[in-house]
C-alpha cells in the first residue's frame, strides 16, 4: 500500500474510486485501522474517490512525532494527505475519533469539507482520569489487557454469536495498533473539548448513532444534532461499530446523505 510522508512520519493510505469522483475521506475508531472500512469500500468507490487511511501509530502507520498530540495534529496529517493527492475539498465521515477529527476539520478548515458524518463519536469525553488510566495500562502492559473489553463495547452480543469471524478480525487490527500510538491517541480524546466549535460547522452533517452502543451512547448523537445547525440524525441497530455491524443501513444512510439516489 502507499504511503505519504507527514514530517517524519509516513501515513498508510489506499485510494478506490474513479479519479474523476468527488472525494470520499474515511477515517477510522480508537485502535483500528484503514481496514476497518473495508465494508464500505465496494458500495462508496462506485460513487466517490474513497480515501481512507491509517493514523499515526495505527495499522501500517508507524508512530512518530509528540506523545501525546491533539485532535488539531490528527487532524493536520488528514488534511496533509489530501494535499499530496491533490485534494482540495472532500466529503469526511469519521466514525469515533475519526468522527472526532473530522468535526475538527469542519470547524477548522471548512474550505476543505463537503459534506460531514459523524458516526459514533463525542465532542467530549469525560471522565479525564479514566483515559489516563487506560493509557497508563497500555504503556505498561500492550493493547492484550484492553481487547475483551474493547470487542465488547464494539459489537452487540447478537453480532458477537453471529460473527465471530468478524469479531475475531477487528480484534487483530486492534491486537496490532502500536501501544504507543494508542496511548497518544488516547490523550487527544482525554484532552479535547470541541463543545463551543459545533455551532460554528456550517457543512450539512449526518451523525450516526448505535442503540446499543455503550461507549458513545445514542443522546450524545442527539447533543451533536442539537448542537450543529445543519445536522440531521439517524439511529441504527448496532454497537460503536456501527458501519460493521449494520453496514447495509449505514452505507445507505451515508450515501443518501452525500447525494447518491437509491
Known sequence: ???????????????????RHPALLLLHALGSSLAMWDAQIPAFAAHFRVVRLSLRGHGASPFTGPPEPDIAAITDDACALLDELGIE??????????????????????????RLVLASTTAHMPPPDAWSQRIALVREQG???????????????????DNPHEVMRTQGIFLGT????????????RDMDQRAMLQGICAPTLVIGG?????????????????????????????????IEARNAFNAAVLTHLGVSS
Not at 466529503?91 to 463537503?114: D, E, F, K, Q, T
Not at 493493547?143 to 452480543?157: N, S
Not at 502500536?178 to 480524546?189: E, F, L, T
Not at 452502543?213 to 448523537?221: E, T
Open 89 to 114: 475539498r472532500a466529503h469526511w465521515c469519521g466514525l469515533s475519533l475519526g468522527g472526532m477529527v473530522a468535526m475538527c476539520a469542519a470547524y477548522r478548515h471548512p474550505g476543505r469539507v463537503s
Open 211 to 243: 442503540s446499543g452502543d455503550v461507549g458513545v451512547p445514542p443522546d450524545r448523537a442527539a447533543e451533536l444534532q442539537a448542537a450543529i445547525p445543519t445536522a440531521r440524525r439517524v439511529i441504527l441497530e448496532a454497537a460503536h461499530l456501527s458501519n
Open 178 to 189: 502500536d501501544p504507543s500510538g494508542y496511548a497518544a491517541a488516547s490523550a487527544a480524546i
Open 143 to 161: 493493547m492484550r489487557p484492553l481487547a475483551q473489553a474493547t470487542m465488547q463495547r464494539w459489537f452487540t452480543p447478537v453480532f458477537h454469536r
Open 1 to 19: 500500500m502507499p504511503a505519504c510522508w507527514v514530517g517524519d512520519s509516513s501515513l498508510d493510505y489506499e485510494c478506490q474510486g474513479d479519479a
